[in-house]
């Protein structure tokens, strides 16, 4: 195996661990999915980090929306591949960022069959949780949720980093 090889492979398993932990630890799975993507690849940025902390269980959890994992996984391939203010004007500039949040996105919805937050709760965890309910706070935890999205939050941000390996070799 060549040495490229190995080391992205140790790079997308720290990706998908990082995922899992800082989910289980810190909740919050558009932010726990950049800083696992983040730091499995040696970067950081606060704004963007910022940026995703009301996205989610959704948006704001409400369940409504698509998942805040995907969502920032998504921000990151933006950060990285997208257009940049010199070229606001240029419409064409972003088609490589569009490009690779598609590819993410049908890899997400063939596993997990949508990527609406509370579609992908109900096939997760047998029902949706209004969040802000705090008897339903507690179920949700009660129900194998963080569990679930942990292991959610691991594979997307493990997806991710490898569409970002991937575009970064070619």
């Not at 996105?105 to 096939?123: A, F, I, M, N, P």
Request: aromatic content about 8%.
């Amino acid at each position: 195996m060549k040495k490229v090889e190995k080391n992205n492979k140790e790079i997308l398993e720290k990706a998908f661990k990082l995922g899992q932990k800082y989910e289980k630890r810190n909740t919050g799975c558009a932010q726990t999915a950049i800083a696992a993507i983040f730091d499995a690849l040696d970067i950081w940025n606060d704004d963007v980090f910022k940026a995703a902390s009301g996205l989610a269980d959704g948006l704001g959890l409400t369940g409504d929306g698509s998942c805040g994992a995907l969502v920032g996984a998504s921000m990151v391939i933006g950060y990285l591949f997208g257009r940049e203010k010199k070229d606001f004007n240029n419409p064409m500039k972003p088609m490589k960022s569009y490009e690779l949040v598609k590819k993410l996105h049908d890899q997400y919805v063939e596993k997990y069959g949508t990527c609406r937050c509370y579609d992908v709760q109900k096939s997760l965890c047998g029902r949706t949780f209004d969040l802000w309910d705090p008897k339903q706070m507690q179920e949700a935890f009660q129900s194998g949720m963080l569990e679930h999205c942990s292991k959610l939050v691991g594979t997307i941000a493990q997806m991710a980093t490898k569409i970002i390996l991937e575009e970064k070799k070619s």
